[in-house]
Structures are given as structure tokens and as C-alpha cells.
């Protein structure tokens, strides 16, 4: 149990484009989703938390116009990146938080998807 | 603020050797404290967990004990594998429900 999947897995996109990644839970209900980047050979920095039904809390240093992240059900998250530069080129991550009781801070993994802007 | 330190990489072992990664953090409260594993090409997974002080987290072979007194989690197993050769994260969350704070990662290359 305890899956998330991520689609796409990889991505190649033209600079000033826009890129959506989703995020699903497909065995559980996340009520919590957070969006993950990181860069090669890095750690995972944190970019926003997002809870459903409200808006996503971004972490300092990270553009909300940028990164639009859509939490619309318990088992959905998307993140767009809107006008895509090479910059942005990166491995973003999402993870999924089940919703209350035991092991509610175990945090649920995609596989990642990797954006390559051109 | 809240941190993770883990010790520098890479680490390179033989087969069936003794691993220990240490691992310490700067936390308020009581976090719970976690290692994670990224084998090449694929997302992170959950190897063990401890959610309070002197708890072992054990999995595959792997543990690690909470330590209150030295602020640390450090992972060992004592036969390494070619197949554990991985990047492992050493990783705190001080509130249920928060996001994670990771360590750097630690790239373990094991040889046979």
C-alpha cells in the first residue's frame, strides 16, 4: 500500500511554455502534499505544502506565480511551472501524507518527474 | 532552526562490510526521524523510521536507534549488499504533518 505515482515521468519543454506534473495517491487519501525539487547531487528543498480545498503555503524564496500547485481532491495534487525557463530544469518530487491516526507523519514518495527546459 | 547533518560521500564498501552513516540533527521538541533511500533512477523510499527517543527503526537489515542525548540516527548494517548501493537521506520532521527536512544525502557504492 501507500503509493504515489507521478506523471510525467520526464519532460521536455521549449522555454517560456508551461509544464503541469501530477501528483496522485492511489491507495490512500492524502489530506497533505508536499512538492519537493531537487537539484543533481543536492539534497530535496522543500517548495510548498499543500493541503486540499485551501491554498498551497510556499516556502521563502519560491514564486507562487511560478510554481502553481492545485490540491483539488484528497487524492490529486498538480504543480504547473508556467513559462518554463532553463533555470527551472530540475528534479521535482512530490509526497503524500495520509490523513489522521497512526503513522499520519509518514510521508509517501512519487518516483519523480524530471523537467528539462530548453 | 531545525537541521539535518549527515556525513559527507561518497562511501565506498566490499561486499558483506560493516556500514554506519552517521547521522545528527538540531531539532525543537521531539522530532520524528527517518532515512530514506533513492536507488539510481527511482523516487525515495522509506527504509525505517523512530518516532521517539531510544526507539530502533530496523528494515532489510538496516537500523538506526533515536539518540535524545547525542542528537543523532546514524544507520548501520552490518553485511552490505552490492544491491544497497543507493543514496540515503537521513531526514526529520519536528511537527506531524510537516514537511520533511533532509540531510545532503549520502552515496553509498558498494562493490563485489
Known amino acids: 500500500g501507500a503509493v504515489v505515482s507521478q506523471h510525467p515521468s520526464w519532460v521536455i519543454c521549449k522555454s517560456g511554455t508551461s509544464v503541469k506534473i501530477e501528483c496522485r495517491s492511489l491507495d490512500f487519501q492524502a489530506t497533505t502534499m508536499f512538492w519537493y525539487r531537487q537539484f543533481p547531487k543536492q539534497s530535496l528543498m522543500l517548495m510548498a505544502t499543500?493541503?486540499?480545498?485551501?491554498?498551497?503555503?510556499?516556502e521563502q524564496g519560491v514564486e507562487k506565480d511560478k510554481f502553481l500547485i492545485n490540491h483539488a481532491s484528497l487524492t490529486l495534487s498538480t504543480l504547473t511551472v508556467t513559462s518554463a525557463h532553463p533555470e527551472d530544469s530540475s528534479f521535482y518530487i512530490c509526497?503524500?501524507?495520509?490523513?489522521?491516526?497512526?503513522?499520519?507523519?509518514?510521508?509517501?514518495f512519487g518516483p519523480g518527474t524530471r523537467l528539462t527546459v530548453l | 532552526g531545525n537541521s539535518v547533518t549527515q556525513m559527507e560521500g561518497p562511501v565506498t564498501l566490499s561486499e558483506e562490510a560493516f556500514l554506519t552513516i552517521n547521522c545528527t540533527y538540531t531539532a525543537t521538541g521531539y522530532p520524528s526521524l527517518f532515512w530514506y533511500v533513492q536507488y539510481p533512477g527511482e523516487g525515495l523510499q522509506l527504509l525505517l523510521k523512530?518516532?521517539?527517543?531510544?526507539d530502533k527503526g530496523s528494515n532489510k537489515g538496516f537500523e538506526a536507534t533515536y539518540r535524545k542525548e547525542t542528537t543523532s540516527f546514524h544507520l548501520e548494517k552490518g553485511s552490505v549488499q552490492v544491491s544497497d548501493s543507493a543514496v540515503y537521506f537521513c531526514a526529520l520532521t519536528y511537527q506531524a504533518g510537516t514537511a520533511l527536512i533532509f540531510g545532503k544525502g549520502t552515496t553509498l557504492s558498494v562493490s563485489s
Open positions: 523512530a518516532t521517539k527517543a531510544d
Open positions: 499543500s493541503n486540499e480545498g485551501s491554498k498551497a503555503t510556499y
Open positions: 509526497s503524500a501524507r495520509a490523513g489522521g491516526g497512526e503513522g499520519t507523519d509518514t510521508q509517501y
